[in-house]
């Protein structure tokens, strides 16, 4: 048993430096080494000629020129350029492997969805699964030399069971100046749609299930398509090549070992083997082989992706799962486990050792007992008893805050308390106007008050411009009546014709309250008699219709005075004013 195990063992550790001497032979170190050769003798070259063919003062002027070199050849920025090229092209690699077609995830869902173990039914299945390898094909097969040389032409792929003649010829007939890749995928999608027509698809959603999974990989095929197509600028490829070389010329002068008896500054010592400058040679120019390795992987080279096992594989694994696999499934039966709640699968000697239970890194913290018991907050206390003490003292304090109001509150105000609210002043009209400032906040305040009013009277109904008001009658043409509604309003005309206009407020310089005569028209017209005040606003500025002495009013006499001028012409309209109160009642 136990010369088992060690033979065992030996074989693994043959087989590991077997791998290991293959990786040598078949990794970047292959690339490298030729390169690392040239370096390494044209240092030693380079070291001779200074101390053995030099005189002293050809000696001084390279030791001056090897210090120039050693302190500015760190103005290079290698470690910068090479690694954000690096990072592209990494990233750039890893993509394309992410965007090879594999067609796992299709034959799974043909296999499903596609019903019927007849021979129909059977044609169907793999005919689309051959489809779907043909894409991947002939994608492969344009970015990818190695697949190219194994199918150089279309004839290679009719020979290869990839395409029928017949399948051949509708290429030929549709041959157009691009790549056709694309063409046996729209094959694939009329043929899943004949199907489900045909009833071997069941559901409409399975289908779209099926062509979604089929788009997923025709979009992989399109992207390695624009990968082969949009390649990293060459630009870009060439500075980050010049600075690497040109990075290990200035060292091949800068890094030698000067004579420690002139006591140079940073060369006390005298080394043969430049130990770190070899190193860092190996880990710049393979970084930089790194990425010109992986700037295209579809080549040939033994780092690069193997296309022609993919091809191989897909399409041994697809057709073996849409026919031979199709609807054959094993014999349901009870597992080894039924019967117990927490199952534990066996270990194997070699694995026994990591048979040991994980709850989290903080499981085995222990605490003790008076650590674990909670603390009060001192700020919640502190709050607590403030808030208890400002209680005690509002109180005894006279002092009230104003309450808080948003937009909703202020809606049920009135309009006069809104406007002083915002500042406006409240008395600007006399006694009288205090008194009907007082009876409207009165009347406003709740939201009852506010709802039972009507809409013209609501507070902000006035807040949009209205049209004017006029006692001219509104003539239409000859052969054309009224229309029903302005009727209605023809109607009120014996009530309201008697209305007249009187100025609102002083405070609105552009604005007159429609009031009624006499409180008559109130009773006779029930609805006149909810209308309280309705200011109409209209625009002043133009003044040519208005009557003469409100135009010498508007040119010369400031709002203030428009009580005093009318009262002194004795103008109709200011009778309204005394009877302001009765009107209202």
């Given at each position: 048993?136990?010369?088992?195990?060690?033979?065992?063992?030996?074989?693994?550790?043959?087989?590991?430096?077997?791998?290991?001497?293959?990786c040598?032979?078949?990794?970047?170190y292959?690339?490298?080494?030729?390169?690392?050769?040239?370096?390494?003798?044209?240092?030693y070259?380079?070291?001779?000629?200074?101390?053995?063919?030099?005189?002293?003062?050809?000696?001084?002027?390279?030791?001056?020129?090897?210090?120039?070199?050693?302190?500015?050849?760190?103005?290079?920025?290698?470690?910068?350029?090479?690694?954000?090229?690096?990072?592209?092209?990494?990233?750039?690699?890893?993509?394309?492997y992410?965007?090879?077609?594999?067609?796992?995830?299709?034959?799974?869902?043909?296999?499903?969805?596609?019903?019927?173990?007849?021979?129909?039914?059977?044609?169907?299945?793999?005919?689309?699964?051959?489809?779907?390898?043909?894409?991947?094909?002939?994608?492969?097969?344009s970015?990818?030399?190695?697949?190219?040389?194994?199918?150089?032409?279309?004839?290679?792929?009719?020979?290869?069971?990839?395409?029928?003649?017949?399948?051949?010829?509708?290429?030929?007939?549709?041959?157009?100046?691009?790549?056709?890749?694309?063409?046996?995928?729209?094959?694939?999608?009329?043929?899943?749609?004949?199907?489900w027509?045909?009833?071997?698809?069941?559901?409409?959603?399975?289908?779209?299930?099926?062509?979604?999974?089929?788009?997923?990989?025709?979009?992989?095929?399109?992207?390695l398509?624009?990968?082969?197509?949009?390649?990293?600028?060459?630009?870009?490829?060439?500075?980050?090549?010049?600075?690497?070389?040109?990075?290990?010329?200035?060292?091949?002068?800068g890094r030698?070992?000067?004579?420690?008896?002139?006591?140079?500054?940073?060369?006390?010592?005298?080394?043969?083997?430049?130990?770190?400058?070899?190193?860092?040679?190996?880990?710049?120019?393979?970084?930089?082989?790194?990425?010109?390795?992986?700037?295209?992987?579809?080549?040939?080279?033994?780092?690069?992706?193997?296309?022609n096992?993919?091809?191989d594989?897909?399409?041994?694994?697809?057709?073996?799962?849409?026919?031979?696999?199709?609807?054959?499934?094993?014999?349901?039966?009870?597992?080894?486990?039924?019967?117990?709640?927490?199952?534990?699968?066996?270990?194997?000697?070699?694995?026994?050792q990591?048979?040991r239970?994980?709850?989290?890194?903080?499981?085995?913290?222990?605490?003790?007992?008076?650590?674990?018991?909670?603390?009060?907050?001192?700020?919640?206390?502190?709050?607590?008893h403030?808030?208890?003490?400002?209680r005690?003292?509002?109180?005894?304090?006279?002092d009230?805050?104003?309450?808080?109001?948003?937009?909703?509150?202020?809606?049920?105000?009135?309009?006069?308390?809104?406007?002083?609210?915002?500042?406006q002043?409240?008395n600007?009209?006399?006694?009288?106007?205090?008194?009907?400032?007082?009876?409207?906040?009165?009347?406003?305040?709740?939201?009852?008050?506010?709802?039972?009013?009507?809409?013209?009277?609501?507070?902000?109904?006035?807040?949009?411009?209205?049209?004017?008001?006029?006692?001219?009658?509104?003539?239409?043409?000859?052969?054309?009546?009224?229309?029903?509604?302005?009727?209605?309003?023809?109607?009120?005309?014996?009530?309201?014709?008697?209305?007249?206009?009187?100025?609102?407020?002083?405070?609105?310089?552009?604005?007159?309250?429609?009031?009624?005569?006499?409180?008559?028209?109130?009773?006779?017209?029930?609805?006149?008699?909810?209308?309280?005040?309705?200011?109409?606003?209209?625009?002043?500025t133009?003044?040519?219709?208005a009557?003469?002495?409100?135009?010498?009013?508007?040119?010369?006499?400031?709002?203030?005075?428009?009580?005093?001028?009318?009262?002194?012409?004795?103008?109709?309209?200011?009778?309204?004013?005394?009877?302001?109160?009765?009107?209202?009642?």
């Amino acid at each position: 048993m136990t010369v088992t195990y060690s033979s065992q063992v030996a074989n693994a550790r043959l087989g590991s430096f077997s791998r290991l001497l293959l990786c040598w032979r078949g990794s970047i170190y292959k690339l490298l080494y030729g390169e690392f050769l040239i370096f390494l003798i044209c240092y030693y070259i380079i070291r001779f000629i200074y101390r053995m063919a030099l005189t002293d003062d050809q000696q001084v002027i390279f030791e001056k020129l090897t210090l120039y070199c050693n302190s500015y050849i760190q103005l290079i920025p290698i470690s910068f350029v090479l690694g954000f090229y690096v990072t592209l092209v990494v990233t750039r690699w890893w993509n394309q492997y992410e965007n090879l077609p594999w067609p796992d995830r299709l034959m799974n869902l043909v296999s499903c969805f596609v019903e019927g173990k007849d021979e129909q039914g059977r044609l169907l299945r793999r005919t689309l699964m051959r489809y779907a390898n043909l894409g991947n094909v002939l994608i492969l097969r344009s970015v990818s030399a190695a697949v190219y040389k194994r199918f150089p032409s279309p004839q290679h792929l009719v020979k290869a069971g990839f395409m029928t003649p017949s399948e051949h010829k509708h290429l030929q007939k549709l041959s157009l100046p691009h790549n056709s890749f694309w063409m046996p995928w729209v094959w694939f999608a009329n043929l899943s749609t004949k199907a489900w027509i045909g009833g071997r698809i069941r559901d409409p959603v399975l289908l779209q299930s099926l062509l979604n999974e089929m788009n997923t990989l025709r979009t992989q095929c399109g992207q390695l398509y624009a990968y082969d197509w949009i390649s990293i600028p060459l630009v870009y490829t060439q500075v980050v090549t010049v600075a690497v070389y040109s990075f290990f010329l200035a060292c091949l002068i800068g890094r030698q070992f000067l004579n420690p008896a002139k006591a140079y500054p940073g060369h006390e010592m005298d080394l043969v083997v430049p130990l770190f400058t070899f190193l860092q040679f190996l880990f710049y120019a393979g970084w930089l082989k790194v990425a010109e390795q992986l700037i295209n992987p579809f080549g040939e080279d033994d780092d690069d992706f193997e296309t022609n096992w993919i091809v191989d594989r897909s399409l041994q694994v697809s057709l073996l799962a849409v026919d031979e696999m199709h609807q054959d499934l094993p014999p349901m039966e009870r597992d080894m486990y039924w019967n117990e709640p927490e199952p534990h699968p066996p270990y194997t000697a070699a694995s026994a050792q990591s048979r040991r239970p994980f709850f989290g890194s903080t499981f085995n913290i222990s605490l003790d007992k008076e650590d674990m018991e909670f603390q009060p907050d001192p700020e919640e206390e502190e709050s607590a008893h403030t808030g208890i003490a400002g209680r005690f003292r509002g109180l005894q304090s006279h002092d009230r805050q104003p309450p808080r109001t948003n937009s909703k509150t202020k809606l049920l105000w009135p309009k006069k308390e809104v406007l002083s609210h915002e500042g406006q002043p409240k008395n600007l009209g006399g006694v009288g106007q205090d008194t009907s400032d007082q009876e409207d906040s009165e009347a406003w305040k709740g939201e009852d008050a506010f709802k039972s009013t009507v809409l013209y009277g609501r507070s902000g109904y006035h807040s949009a411009p209205q049209t004017p008001l006029s006692h001219t009658p509104m003539v239409f043409p000859p052969g054309q009546s009224a229309p029903s509604s302005f009727h209605k309003v023809l109607d009120m005309d014996d009530t309201v014709k008697d209305q007249s206009l009187q100025p609102a407020t002083p405070r609105s310089k552009k604005s007159f309250e429609l009031l009624p005569e006499s409180a008559g028209a109130s009773t006779e017209y029930p609805e006149v008699s909810h209308m309280r005040r309705k200011t109409v606003e209209f625009n002043l500025t133009d003044m040519s219709e208005a009557p003469e002495h409100l135009r010498e009013l508007h040119v010369g006499q400031s709002t203030s005075n428009i009580h005093t001028i009318l009262k002194d012409r004795g103008d109709p309209y200011w009778a309204l004013e005394n009877n302001r109160d009765e009107a209202h009642s």
